[in-house]
């Protein structure tokens, strides 16, 4: 059965009590005009019957899905089915064979025995508390479950989707490999070659300078190539550290987010707890997710404070990067954030954000540590 998330006691006895009112009325409309459409059917008028029957299985299906996700938390997106038109007896022929419609069907004829031991479940806890307290939010969980099973996605659609979502990120995260190189080449070839050459070159004019005689003048040459040589150092060490800090790899989070953050022009707040050290692509998508958005703070954000937490339990790293700026952050398609979103997805993380305008800001990454 689907993990579901555990709903609080008010929402589910409010569930367990107002749903039965409706499985009521929705059952013996559902099974008589089942019943008489299959009756009716060689007189063709169980035709119209048995589509009404299944468009009222429907309706209740989008119904009990939104009312499961407002009281109980469980979001239960809708299947896909397959397409009707073309007149009624071939909407009727497409939804017989369509699985959606037998799962809906399934789950209105459990509704009313489930809804009977529901009500009085409800009732019991109105009259004693800690039965509400402690076993209604465990129905409600069991119920948002069944609720999951029946009337959203199969295993096959949803393994379908989560495969189209994986192939669209790793198709955008091999686009930021290849502009990361780009702009690793266009560095190495600005920056550390032109001083690297400049060496040589100084180096090269001093050597005739020694085979003339003019001992001050190479001097002179030898120190520019020398000045050359630590800024080409700097640069490359620059580079490196922004392909892959070697304090990641040597002493792990805590020490790379402290390095990182210590350089920052607003005050940064580092808690990091990951015991037992999660996997280095784990490791690197949680650096490069908080190196980036700090990033983005400074230049956009115009915060006074942020805050990093990373924190870890059996599956899951858990990267919260907070900050009082002006809020009204969103990844918009090229931007900054969306490349996080797709850094995240490479290893079937979730990055979310939330950042009303006036803030905070909260930019949170769920990075499994098996995937």
Do not use: C
Request: charged content about 20%; proline content about 7%.
């Amino acid at each position: 059965m689907a993990v579901t998330p555990r709903p609080g006691p008010v929402r589910t006895i409010v569930f367990l009590l107002a749903s039965f009112p409706v499985r009521l009325v929705v059952f013996p409309l559902v099974v008589v005009t089942t019943v008489l459409g299959i009756v009716t059917i060689m007189l063709w008028v169980g035709i119209p019957v048995l589509v009404a029957a299944t468009s009222l299985i429907r309706g209740f299906a989008d119904l009990e899905r939104a009312w499961v996700r407002a009281m109980l938390g469980v979001d239960v997106a809708a299947p896909h089915r397959l397409p009707g038109g073309g007149g009624l007896l071939h909407t009727w022929q497409v939804r017989l064979v369509d699985p959606v419609t037998w799962r809906e069907l399934i789950y209105v004829l459990l509704a009313l025995p489930l809804g009977i031991v529901e009500f009085v479940a409800g009732i019991v806890s109105v009259a004693v508390p800690p039965f509400g307290i402690f076993v209604a939010p465990k129905i409600g969980e069991l119920h948002g479950a069944l609720a999951l099973s029946l009337l959203g996605p199969d295993r096959t659609a949803q393994l379908e989707a989560h495969t189209r979502r994986l192939k669209d990120s790793r198709a955008r995260a091999v686009d930021a490999v290849e502009a990361e190189r780009r702009r690793i080449e266009r560095d190495l070839h600005d920056g550390a070659q032109q001083r690297l050459v400049a060496v040589a070159m100084s180096l090269g004019r001093a050597r005739l300078k020694l085979d003339s005689d003019d001992p001050a003048a190479a001097r002179e040459l030898i120190g520019s190539a020398h000045s050359d040589a630590k800024l080409a150092v700097s640069e490359l060490r620059d580079l490196a550290r922004g392909i892959y800090p070697p304090v990641l790899q040597d002493r792990g989070l805590d020490a790379a987010l402290s390095s990182l953050t210590a350089r920052m022009l607003i005050p940064v707040d580092v808690r990091v707890d990951v015991e037992p050290r999660p996997p280095a692509p784990v490791e690197t998508a949680a650096y490069f997710i908080v190196s980036e958005t700090l990033a983005n703070i400074t230049k956009h954000a115009g915060a006074g404070r942020a805050s990093v937490r990373v924190t870890r339990d059996d599956d899951t790293v858990v990267v919260e990067i907070t900050d009082d700026g002006r809020g009204g952050a969103s990844p918009r398609p090229g931007g900054g954030l969306a490349g996080l979103v797709d850094r995240a997805a490479t290893i079937d993380g979730v990055l979310t954000v939330v950042s009303p305008v006036g803030g905070p800001t909260v930019v949170r990454a769920d990075l499994p540590v098996r995937w």
